[in-house]
């Protein structure tokens, strides 16, 4: 009995400390170095109608005539790249009169002194991946004394060869984990092949895969980015599975960057920016604050009004519904650390809006219920049982539905490398995606805040309100909207 009466006090502290812990962030600062353990509201990428961004121009290096195809292909890596570093409010078009391609995206929250030309450095990399055998290659020095390596070995697969790159760690040639940061790749078939190949024939002693600076004592497949060789592993068994990984005494950060890289593409010609200039946002930072005290108002009077309404139960429904709030935001902020910080936009506010409704709406249901249980002269008990169990069917059909929607707005709306825009490619393929970063970030809030509403509407107030229930002083009927018997 003591046991499930301390659940609610568990369950409620931790939904508190999740709020706090999701507005604030979790950082440590040590003179100008400042180090973020978990990444708070301030650490949110806001859209460019929120905060304005950055309207870069690009054109082909070398004044290279490219194609409609080349263009669009630009096009789709861009938007590949962008998604990748968390950018979902954006827009990227073609001027293939003039071979330009225009892209606009929101600068990071948090910049003080931003550097436009430095946010667009990393977006117009080429950043060609290539796999070569052994290690062998020439060196020239400039007249600064800048030294550029160009490879000799023939090329053995490259980064179109490789079908997903993901953050793992180092194992060494016992299978044990080092401790290092390492990329791991999955390759497409053809790439498979050719990899497995290509080890074969270094296990087997070609000549074409030694290591010439180690004076040949080792047979190699050396790893390139563009012209500089960032590994160069010795190979030691044949790998047949379509699996390899890239080490280099990488920490985390540098990890992610080269699979971010890899993961979103290479350029068909080098970049130049021809143009950039910062954007204004539309809305202004003053009607931000604005729509924030608003939000936080309006949350505060829905959650009196519950109380009121259903006494005791609505208690417990405001503490879920707070909990369900902070799991959005921090859903888009990057608390969980498995992804980065995700563009908040105008419409992605609405989807935030339109998901706690949502869970306001369940906690009616739920509420309704409990009183109609209690009614019929059921015990205390017996009366909450019964309330969550015919509850929970109502609650789940009008949440599938939004579920449904958000994901065919993700799909639909995202870029085509995307998860959904993947699981939906048999119904896309008719009529194509159309990649608009807003109206993602609508769907994306709407289908977090949605499952939070789960978790937090049905799950922990279930516990919450269950546990209080074993309380002497909680028994009285009138504090769950029930007539007294």
Not at 418 to 433: E, I, N, P, Y
Not at 440 to 448: A, H, K
Not at 455 to 482: D, E, H, W
Request: charged share 20%.
């Amino acid at each position: 009995m003591k046991n499930k009466k301390s659940v609610f006090f568990i369950v409620a502290i931790l939904i508190i400390a999740f709020a706090v812990s999701t507005v604030l962030g979790v950082k440590n600062q040590y003179g100008d170095l400042t180090t973020t353990y978990i990444k708070g509201l301030r650490d949110i990428r806001l859209g460019i109608d929120i905060q304005g961004g950055v309207d870069v121009t690009f054109s082909p290096a070398d004044g290279e005539d490219a194609d409609a195809d080349q263009l669009d292909s630009v096009k789709e890596v861009m938007k590949t790249r962008l998604v990748t570093l968390g950018v979902n409010d954006y827009e990227v078009y073609t001027d293939d009169a003039n071979d330009k391609i225009i892209v606009r995206f929101p600068w990071q929250t948090g910049e003080t002194n931003f550097d436009p030309e430095k946010a667009v450095k990393e977006l117009g990399e080429t950043a060609k991946l290539q796999f070569r055998k052994g290690l062998n290659y020439t060196s020239d020095v400039d007249d600064d004394g800048n030294v550029t390596l160009t490879p000799l070995g023939d090329v053995v697969i490259e980064g179109s060869d490789v079908a997903e790159a993901y953050v793992g760690y180092e194992y060494d040639q016992s299978g044990n984990q080092t401790g290092n940061f390492a990329v791991n790749l999955e390759l497409k078939e053809e790439g498979a092949k050719a990899f497995a190949d290509a080890t074969a024939a270094a296990v087997n002693g070609d000549s074409e895969y030694l290591d010439v600076s180690a004076g040949g004592q080792n047979h190699v497949i050396s790893i390139w980015m563009d012209t500089n060789c960032i590994s160069y592993p010795a190979v030691n068994s044949v790998i047949s599975e379509g699996r390899a990984q890239i080490t280099g005494s990488f920490d985390y950060d540098g990890a992610k960057a080269l699979a971010d890289k890899i993961n979103g593409g290479a350029l068909p010609f080098n970049l130049k920016t021809v143009t950039f200039k910062t954007i204004s946002p539309s809305m202004g930072s003053g009607a931000l604050r604005i729509m924030m005290i608003a939000g936080v108002i309006a949350l505060i009077l829905i959650c009196i009004y519950m109380i009121i309404l259903y006494r005791l139960p609505g208690v417990v429904a405001s503490i879920a519904l707070i909990g369900q709030v902070a799991g959005t935001l921090a859903v888009i902020s990057g608390w969980f650390g498995f992804e980065d910080s995700n563009t908040l936009t105008i419409p992605g506010i609405a989807g935030i809006i339109l998901a706690i409704g949502m869970g306001v709406d369940c906690n009616i249901i739920t509420g309704e219920r409990i009183k109609e249980e209690l009614n019929t002269g059921k015990s205390l008990e017996s009366s909450l049982q019964a309330a969550y169990k015919r509850s929970f069917t109502s609650i789940l059909d009008g949440n599938m539905t939004v579920i449904i929607v958000a994901i065919i707005l993700m799909g639909a709306f995202g870029v085509s490398s995307s998860f959904f825009a993947k699981v939906l490619s048999f119904l896309f393929r008719w009529f194509g995606v159309s990649t608009e970063g807003t109206i993602y970030s609508f769907g994306f809030t709407l289908l977090t805040g949605v499952i939070f509403n789960f978790i937090m509407g049905v799950v922990a107030s279930r516990l919450m309100l269950t546990s209080l229930s074993k309380f002497k002083c909680f028994q009285n009927r009138k504090l769950y909207g029930g007539a007294e018997k």
